[in-house]
């Protein structure tokens, strides 16, 4: 792995101009504190994909492995890569589980997402807290291609958010409800989390969106035309005396870990 100082652009804009380039990402790790931002890393261009070709393809998992695996001994040919950056970028999608479970495809129409989709870099400019920016490579050419991406100023584009709907109808995710309640009278499930599916048209609105909701565990990652943008875990917000004066949003932490109850004796079987 080489390292050269790179142009200390604002994370926003350099994650604008790498979406220039297709599958561009932008990741935002968090601080010891798990509030502030710790740094930011930005690529594109990936030199490798892994996606499953359907809702069920467990060869997918054995190709992720290998690629992974490569891309490793790539990155470690020049030196062990440095803790914290990626050399591969994607999801594990939560559907994914169905198949190492052995269960059936969800019903409804499915979010048109594939289960696993990881991109694999050999570039990664990174962006310290403190302003410093580092570009990150395999070797000298992948670090040109990448510094020459984020020298072109991105076109000027108004970030535009259409309204959300959901994927599935409302039959589909009331069956849902009704199952976990099921679930829950049975004493099978402590807790069960039920989400739901929403989507809307999307122009470049990262910088918009991370605005409206700060967190320090922040990504957006592209498959296809659309763009998975996660903003971390869920944030807790806590209050004391008068309502907050100062501008901006309020200070949050990640709520306390949560577990289920365990029973100290077998259930009996009689």
């Known amino acids: 792995m080489i390292a050269r100082a790179a142009a200390s652009l604002p994370p926003a804009e350099a994650a604008c101009r790498a979406a220039a380039g ?6 935002a790790a968090p601080g010891a504190d798990e509030v502030g931002v710790a740094r930011d890393l930005v ?19 054995l190709e992720l492995e290998a690629a992974w695996r490569e891309a490793r001994a790539a990155w470690s040919a020049a030196g ?29 129409p499915g979010s048109g997402w594939p289960d696993v989709e990881f991109h694999f870099h050999d570039a990664v400019w990174v962006r310290e807290a403190g302003g410093e920016a580092t570009i990150l490579a395999r070797d000298d ?4 291609r990448l510094a020459a991406r984020l020298a072109r100023p991105r076109a000027a584009r108004r970030p535009a958010l259409g309204a959300l709907a959901p994927v599935d109808d409302d039959a589909v995710y009331l069956g849902g409800v009704r199952r976990i309640l099921d679930y829950l009278a049975a004493g099978d499930a402590y807790q069960v989390n039920l989400s739901r599916r929403l989507a809307a048209p999307c122009g470049p609105g990262e910088p918009a969106l991370l605005a409206a909701a700060p967190a320090p565990c922040w990504g957006t990652h592209p498959s296809g035309s659309w763009r998975s943008t996660p903003a971390g875990r869920s944030r807790r917000v806590r209050s004391r005396g008068r309502p907050r004066a100062a501008p901006g949003p309020p200070p949050t932490r990640p709520p306390p870990p949560r577990s289920a109850p365990r029973r100290r004796t077998a259930p009996s079987t009689s």
């Open 80 to 108: 062990a890569p440095r803790a914290g950056v990626p050399v591969g970028v994607g999801w594990l999608s939560y559907d994914l589980g169905r198949l190492l479970h052995g269960l059936p495809p969800a019903a409804g």
């Open 43 to 61: 690529g594109a261009d990936p030199v490798h994909v892994v996606r499953s070709r359907s809702a069920n393809d467990p060869g997918v998992l």
């Open 22 to 27: 297709p599958g561009a990402f932008w990741l």
């Open 141 to 144: 050419a992948a670090a040109d």
